[in-house]
Nanobody, 123 residues
Framework: VQLQAYGGGLVQAGGSLRLSCATS????????MGWFRQAPGKEREFVAA????????YYVDSVKGRFTISRDNAKNTVYLQMNSLKPEDTAVYYC?????????????????WGQGTQVTVSS
């Protein structure tokens, strides 16, 4: 699955951004989709995942209540709505795809990755 992430930018603390990840592949709806992020000097970490139907989601504790992952299978797109952003959310955000729901927080489980989009939150 080829993925294209976009929507990053510079925002002040407390602000919001919505990231999108699109693919032209018609089999997109067969994939679990995840968002990861990588800050400078740190390992890539899991942020959120959503199952094929969109009915099940999972978040890392640090973003619960602030971020929302969703998908529109008709548009072959997954979204990450980020509210109440904090400087520690600053990172390059990546979308990724895998076939099965299980160990969704492990980056090694994902088969395909987008190129990343930069999110910078100023204090």
């Amino acid at each position: 699955v080829q993925l294209q992430a976009y929507g990053g930018g510079l925002v002040q603390a407390g602000g919001s951004l919505r990231l999108s990840c699109a693919t032209s592949r018609r089999t997109y709806s067969n994939y679990v989709m995840g968002w990861f992020r990588q800050a400078p000097g740190k390992e890539r970490e899991f942020v959120a995942a959503i199952n094929q139907s969109g009915g099940t989601t999972y978040y890392v504790d640090s973003v619960k209540g602030r971020f929302t992952i969703s998908r529109d299978n008709a548009k072959n797109t997954v979204y990450l709505q980020m509210n109440s952003l904090k400087p520690e959310d600053t990172a390059v955000y990546y979308c990724a795809a895998k076939r099965w729901w299980g160990r969704v927080s492990s980056r090694n489980e994902y088969d395909s990755w987008g190129q990343g989009t930069q999110v910078t939150v100023s204090s």
